[in-house]
T-cell receptor, first 113, second 112 residues
Framework: DADVTQTPRNRITKTGKRIMLECSQT?????MYWYRQDPGLGLRLIYY???????NKGEISDGYSVSRQAQAKFSLSLESAIPNQTALYFC????????????FGSGTQLSVL | TQLLEQSPQFLSIQEGENLTVYCNSS?????LQWYRQEPGEGPVLLVT?????EVKKLKRLTFQFGDARKDSSLHITAAQPGDTGLYLC????????????FGDGTTLTVKP
């Protein structure tokens, strides 16, 4: 079983719809992250959380929100999806005090029509 | 915003050739990571470097961290088709700040 699991793997939706991407982990890590990957732009940080009560905006948080339901669960929501949110989304975890060694899920490919 | 530049963006070589990928910044890293990503999967951590001048080896891969901790390189010896993938460097500019900045990646294709 994967240590970091993302659901769904693929999603096609229409402009204006609300979408939730889910992430769960069995690594026991405190820190969880949501990244977005676009061709030629690497990975950009959307939101991150250092523990259940800690939520922080990343460099591209506009249009997104998150919820840290438990240590093992971190979900990303698009309240009203738009076409330029079409991208590959990754959830990642890291362990406090180990430097920025990130462990990634397999990603969710989101297409907004 | 911290910028982290990777070069080249694309690299296509024949099996058996050597190659080097570069990662540069104008700012000092507290640590730097290299990841490899295959299509349809998330990035997988290859190595972390922390000390200026550090050299780490992982089979045919050699990672160097610049003395000033502003740059790094990844050298692959005798590349194989299995090395094909997207190579990403990521830097942490503040110790334990919890945020990594990623380069745009180098897409490597190794032809048999």
């Amino acid at each position: 079983d994967a240590d970091v699991t993302q659901t769904p793997r693929n999603r096609i939706t229409k402009t204006g719809k609300r979408i939730m991407l889910e992430c769960s982990q069995t690594k026991g890590h405190d820190r969880m992250y949501w990244y977005r990957q676009d061709p030629g732009l690497g990975l950009r940080l959307i939101y991150y959380s250092f523990d259940v009560k800690d939520i922080n905006k990343g460099e591209i948080s506009d249009g997104y929100s998150v919820s840290r339901q438990a240590q093992a669960k971190f979900s990303l929501s698009l309240e009203s999806a738009i076409p330029n949110q079409t991208a590959l989304y990754f959830c990642a975890t890291s362990e406090t005090g180990t430097g920025e060694k990130l462990f990634f899920g397999s990603g969710t490919q989101l297409s907004v029509l | 915003t911290q910028l982290l530049e990777q070069s080249p963006q694309f690299l296509s070589i024949q099996e058996g050739e050597n190659l080097t990928v570069y990662c540069n910044s104008s700012s000092v890293f507290s640590s730097l990571q290299w990841y490899r990503q295959e299509p349809g999967e998330g990035p997988v951590l290859l190595v972390t470097v922390v000390t200026g001048g550090e050299v780490k080896k992982l089979k045919r891969l050699t990672f160097q961290f610049g003395d000033a901790r502003k740059d790094s390189s990844l050298h692959i010896t005798a590349a194989q088709p299995g090395d094909t993938g997207l190579y990403l460097c990521a830097g942490d500019y503040n110790t334990n700040a919890g945020k990594s900045t990623f380069g745009d990646g180098t897409t490597l294709t190794v032809k048999p």
